[in-house]
């Protein structure tokens, strides 16, 4: 059977999604608000691109490989960012499938209403929430332990840094898509800038071609050595759990490459801008991390104090170390000010994504309705000034170091992205087995992984697989920590809870393979779609290459 892509009968308005018909899925009935305006498609290709990307190279990269290099040692880093860039790459292609099939509005939670179950849904929905929503105050915490690089919290008190970025970001969300696209353009443009200009000038140093001409190469690798010995524990056991300490902060770093899928109802043409960013940006993430961690563990020392964020004072990006511990002047502090942009970049893309997710939330149901109201200028504002309150939980730098409330909100953000990451590899799977179902032909799809379903498989074995042993290190003898066991276990036992009560209380069973909708809103999102005209310009060739 041939994929068709207009169905009379069945078939949906795109406003029909933005005016948000009630769903089966609806959990509330609340009518406040009257509702006229919708989201506008704003967003263009350059900004998907560059969404896609600055939303994920922020701190995790920047200052969190910093905790990954101490607990695991430069080859326990390398193997378990390559391994979680695996799991990024396997969830990418499968959302991709998806996405560039039905770019609908509220991305991948919407697709898990259509093909998995509307309880699946309403879970997956709150846990991108979540995720979103306590990555603004880690990315704000972070902006606050950068800034100790020039002023120590008795100086300058933390909370102040915390200040400024928030009413940075706040100002950048409010004025629409629109400028929140250019703003994070530029902002990701900066961070890619960044990451490259390190990268080369790491392996320069390494080479020997510093102010202080030290041929470093492999030299940290053989002292203190390849692998840290975990909490003193000796032999193979003690280097194993110390590489897999550094999953959780690895899938720190890499979550968020999903937020292409929630800008599906604010991109212009979504079918082709869409699928190249997620085509693109799992290619330059997995170089960009793992050339960047095989070049941090080259420059610096595992044992290296400055590293440990939850006890040192000045606690410092890997790179900024590297640089000073060189004989650089200066240039430790325009690396530090750039990754400083990064955390305001990444916290204006938490703020953004977050108040999607609980504007599709709304729409669906799932959500109290005043959230899903939207100002003339397609701003959903109240969605906006909700999540920007929890941005207030970074003010617990003030009475706790800093490193130490950045390490509560990475074990937070890392185990609900990985959660996230283990429902789209679901809905994937239920799609697969829906369109085989219907005698659809996969080759017909504007995209087709040839890795799938086993990608689908490998994320949703191990993500929760790394979720379950995240917080090994409180059940070592002497090593209970009640911070450490709350922040990594809470978000993994969220979701099933809100899953199991979602489907009581809705009362609903899973969609069957036969009965799954892969026709509502098609002939709409052809209508949308159109092919680029080639240029002979070869600059312009290059940039949309390149974007």
């Known amino acids: 059977m041939e994929l068709s892509m207009e169905n009379e009968d069945v078939g949906l308005k795109s406003s029909d999604y933005a005016e948000g018909a009630q769903s089966q899925s609806s959990l509330s009935n609340y009518g406040l608000l009257s509702q006229r305006y919708t989201l506008r498609r704003q967003l263009k290709s350059r ?65 898990a209403e259509r093909f998995v179950d509307p309880a699946f849904s309403f879970t997956l929905g709150w846990n991108y929430w979540y995720n979103w929503t306590i990555g603004l105050p880690a990315e704000l915490s972070a902006a606050a332990v950068l800034m100790q690089f020039w002023k120590s919290p008795d100086e300058v008190n933390p909370a102040v840094w915390i200040t400024m970025c928030l009413v940075v970001i706040v100002i950048i969300n409010v004025f629409g898509v629109g400028i929140y696209g250019e703003c994070e353009f530029i902002f990701a443009s900066i961070k890619v800038i960044t990451i490259v200009g390190l990268i080369i000038l790491g392996i320069v140093l390494d080479l020997g071609g510093g102010p202080n001409n030290d041929r470093i190469g ?86 290296n104090t400055d590293l440990l964020l939850t006890t040192s004072t000045v606690a410092r990006s890997p790179f900024v170390i590297a640089i000073k511990a060189a004989g650089i002047k200066g240039l430790p502090s325009v690396i530090n000010a750039a990754i400083l942009t990064s955390a305001w970049s990444a916290s204006s893309s938490d703020l953004y994504s977050s108040s999607r997710a609980l504007y599709s939330l709304s729409m669906a149901g799932n959500a109290p309705k005043y959230f899903s109201y939207v100002t003339k200028g397609g701003l959903p504002i109240v969605a906006i000034a909700f999540n920007a309150l929890f941005a207030l939980l970074g003010y617990m730098v003030v009475n706790t170091t800093s490193g130490r409330v950045f390490g509560w909100f990475v074990n937070m953000c890392a185990i609900a992205g990985l959660m996230n990451w283990f429902g789209i590899a679901v809905t994937y799977l239920r799609f697969y087995k829906g369109f085989r179902a219907q005698g659809y032909d996969r080759s017909k799809l504007p995209y087709a992984s040839r890795l799938n379903p086993y990608a689908a498989w490998w994320a949703v074995i191990a993500c929760p697989t790394i979720c379950l042993f995240s917080g090994f290190k409180v059940f070592l003898k002497d090593s209970w920590a009640t911070d450490a066991f709350v922040t990594n276990y809470l978000p993994f036992v969220l979701f099933p809870f809100l899953y199991i009560g979602a489907r009581v209380y809705l009362r609903v069973t899973p969609v069957r393979p036969t009965e799954m909708d892969f026709q509502s809103g098609l002939s709409e999102i052809e209508e949308m779609t159109s092919d680029e005209v080639p240029s002979r310009n070869l600059i312009v060739q290059f940039w949309r290459w390149l974007m």
Not at 240 to 253: I, N
Not at 265 to 288: D, H, M, Q, S
Request: some cysteine; charged content about 10%.
């Open 47 to 111: 900004h998907i691109s560059m969404i896609s990307i600055g939303g994920v190279i922020g701190t995790g990269l920047f200052l969190g490989t910093g905790s990954g290099l101490a607990n695991g040692g430069p080859l326990g880093l390398l193997l378990a960012y390559m391994i979680v860039g695996s799991l990024c790459y396997s969830v990418m292609v499968s959302l991709g499938e998806m996405i560039s099939y039905l770019p609908v509005p509220g991305g991948h939670i919407k697709l």
């Open 218 to 303: 492999f030299r940290y690798w053989r002292d203190p050595g390849p692998f840290v010995q975990f909490a003193g524990i000796a032999g193979a056991k003690g280097r194993f759990l110390g590489w897999w300490a550094v999953m959780t902060q690895a899938a720190f770093s890499f979550i968020g490459t999903e937020v292409v899928a929630i800008a599906a109802g604010e991109a212009k043409n979504p079918r082709r801008n869409l699928l190249k960013a997620i085509k693109r940006v799992y290619v330059r993430l997995c170089l960009f991390y793992i050339v960047g961690t095989f070049v941090i563990g080259l420059l610096v020392p595992s044992n």
